[in-house]
C-alpha cells in the first residue's frame, strides 16, 4: 500500500454534506502518523474571487466552510466556485480548469479522495499527478482511480460511504458523531439574537428550520404552519422558526398560513445556526444542512424526509435522539427512486411530503421531549 501522508478530500461545498464528512477527516487524521489534510470545498452558492478567473483559493471560512474554522482535524481548507466554473464555455473553461489543475499539480499530495462519484474532479486528480487515487468503483470514468471502493452511498448511507472511502488508506472509521466548535463570537451573537426575539430560555425551545437545498425537500409550509399551532398550544414550549436569506419566500409562505404570528430569527453564519440550535431542546428540519448541524451540536432532531431519501441519509441511528419520518406511499414515484415531483398547484414539497401526517409529527415530537 502507497504510504500516503499529504491528503487531498474532494467534497461537496453543501453544509450538510460538510458536517457528515467531519468524522472521516478526524479518523484519517488519527490514525495516519504526521498526516497533512486538505478539503477542497466545490461551492454552488459562489464565492468572491479574486482577479483572474475562476480559480481554487484559499477559504476565508465563510458559508459551508465555517465547519472547519478551528477543526483540529483539517490543516487546510480550500474552495472553488463550482456554479462559475460551469458557466464559463470553450476555451475559458478549459483555461480555467487548466489553472485549477496546475494548482493541484504543485501541492505535490500523496492522496485524493473523491467523497462524491464525480468524473471532472477525478480527471483532474488524474491530471495533477497524484498517485493514490480513491473513488467509488461504479463511478464514470473509474479505471483512473488506483483504489476502487466497492461502495454506494445508497448501501449504509453517506456517512459510512465517506468513512469507508478511508479503507485503502488503512484507515477504519469507528466513531461516526459529526463534529462541529462553535466560534465563542457565534455563541455571544446566539444570545443577543434570543433577547432580540424576546426568546424564554425557561420553557423548552423547538426549533423549526424549512431550509433545504431544494423546494420538493421542503415539508409544506401548511404542514409546517399546522404544526407550529398544535405545539403552540402547549403553554410550556417556546416554538422558534429559523432560517437564512435563502429561505425567505419559504417563510413567507408559512407566516400566511400561520393563524397567529410565529417567533422568528434569522440566521447569517453557519456559527449562528450552530448556536442557536444548540439552545434548542429539538429541532424540527427537512433533509437539510440544518438537520446535520443540530445532530453535531447535540440537539435532538425530528427530520422530514422524501419517500426514498433514507436510502443515502437515514444515517443518524439512535432514535431517541434523531427520528426519520417518511411518508409510507407515493402514487408517483417508481420503486426505490424519488423524483422530487412538486404538486402543481403547490410551490413546495415533493408529492410524498404532502402525505405525511402532521399528527404523527406532533406525537413524535412530544415523545422525544420526554425522553431523558
Not at 431544494?214 to 405545539?231: G, H, N, S, T, Y
Not at 434548542?280 to 419517500?307: D, F, Q, W, Y
Not at 437515514?314 to 426519520?324: L, Q, R
Request: with cysteine; proline share 4%; glycine share 6%.
Amino acid at each position: 500500500m502507497h504510504e500516503a501522508k499529504k491528503i487531498l478530500f474532494i467534497a461537496e461545498g453543501n453544509l450538510g454534506d460538510t458536517i457528515v464528512l467531519t468524522p472521516a477527516l478526524k479518523a484519517a487524521k488519527e490514525k495516519i502518523r504526521d498526516s497533512n489534510i486538505t478539503v477542497l470545498l466545490l461551492n454552488r452558492r459562489g464565492l468572491s474571487d479574486p482577479p483572474g478567473g475562476v480559480n481554487i483559493v484559499r477559504s476565508r471560512f465563510t458559508g459551508a466552510a465555517e465547519i472547519f474554522l478551528n477543526n483540529p482535524y483539517v490543516d487546510h481548507v480550500l474552495e472553488l466556485d463550482r456554479e462559475a466554473l460551469r458557466s464559463l464555455k470553450g476555451l475559458a473553461r478549459l483555461n480555467a480548469e487548466r489553472r485549477c489543475i496546475k494548482y493541484l499539480h504543485k501541492q505535490n499530495y500523496d492522496a485524493a479522495v473523491c467523497t462524491f462519484p464525480q468524473n471532472r474532479f477525478l480527471i483532474w486528480s488524474y491530471l495533477a499527478g497524484i498517485k493514490m487515487r480513491i473513488g467509488e468503483k461504479t463511478q464514470p470514468f473509474s479505471y483512473l482511480l488506483t483504489d476502487r471502493c466497492n461502495i454506494k452511498r445508497s448501501d449504509s448511507g453517506v456517512l459510512k460511504y465517506f468513512c469507508g472511502l478511508l479503507g485503502p488508506l488503512g484507515v477504519t472509521c469507528t466513531d461516526n458523531k459529526t463534529i462541529y466548535n462553535i466560534p465563542p463570537d457565534a455563541a455571544k451573537r446566539a444570545d443577543d439574537l434570543f433577547n432580540e426575539a424576546g426568546i424564554d430560555t425557561s420553557k423548552k425551545i423547538i426549533a423549526v428550520h424549512p431550509g433545504a437545498g431544494q423546494e420538493d425537500r421542503q415539508f409544506p409550509p401548511e404542514k409546517f404552519a399546522e404544526l407550529i399551532e398544535l405545539l403552540a398550544a402547549k403553554n410550556d414550549y417556546t416554538i422558534l422558526v429559523c432560517s437564512s436569506e435563502y429561505d425567505s419566500l419559504f417563510t413567507s409562505e408559512l407566516k400566511k398560513n400561520s393563524a397567529k404570528p410565529v417567533k422568528e430569527i434569522l440566521l447569517s453564519t453557519a456559527g449562528e445556526l450552530g448556536a442557536v440550535l444548540k439552545k434548542c431542546s429539538i429541532a424540527v428540519v427537512n433533509n437539510s444542512g440544518p438537520r446535520h448541524m443540530a445532530a453535531a451540536v447535540g440537539t435532538k432532531t425530528v427530520a422530514l424526509l422524501e419517500k426514498h431519501d433514507d436510502l443515502n441519509w437515514k444515517i443518524y441511528e439512535d432514535g431517541s435522539k434523531h427520528a426519520v419520518i417518511q411518508a409510507q406511499f407515493c402514487e408517483i414515484c417508481p420503486k426505490e427512486k424519488c423524483l422530487g415531483t412538486i404538486p402543481n398547484s403547490e410551490k413546495f414539497g415533493a408529492e410524498c411530503l404532502h402525505n405525511i401526517d402532521v399528527g404523527e409529527v406532533y406525537s413524535r415530537i412530544e415523545s422525544m421531549l420526554n425522553i431523558k
